[in-house]
């Protein structure tokens, strides 16, 4: 059974730096795309960034490029994502998602996800 545990989250001020964890359970985790998303209240689920199985591509959504970096080690089972120069709108409460087939940019193409990880950033 896949399961997926964030954890990394927190409360910062603008400017900030934060490195969310994902540890993978219960399946074989390097055959898997990989990809992180948030959801803020009263909006839409958006895909923040994803990388491949190898980790030889790698995409990130206009607003966070520069400042996140989506990284897995496939030897720990573990997706990682680095974000610096956090923004206030950067809060909002983040997921990690798997899938063996897709590996694209719609939250509808992921069957497994983890209970998120709450990020809050101050101006």
């Known amino acids: 059974q896949v399961q997926l545990v964030e954890s990394g989250g927190g409360s910062v001020q603008a400017g900030g730096s934060l490195r969310l964890s994902c540890a993978a359970f219960g399946y074989f985790y390097s055959n898997y795309c990989m990809g992180w998303f948030r959801q803020a209240p009263g909006k839409e689920r958006e895909g923040v960034a994803r990388?491949?199985?190898?980790?030889?591509?790698?995409y990130y959504v206009d607003s966070v490029k520069g400042r996140f970096t989506i990284s897995r080690d496939n030897a720990k089972n573990t997706l990682y994502l680095q974000m610096n120069s956090l923004k206030p709108e950067d809060t909002a409460m983040y997921y990690c998602a798997t899938d063996v087939i897709y590996c694209g940019g719609s939250h509808l193409g992921y069957n497994y996800w983890g209970q998120g990880t709450q990020v809050t950033v101050s101006s």
């Open positions: 990388i491949n199985t190898d980790s030889s591509s790698t």
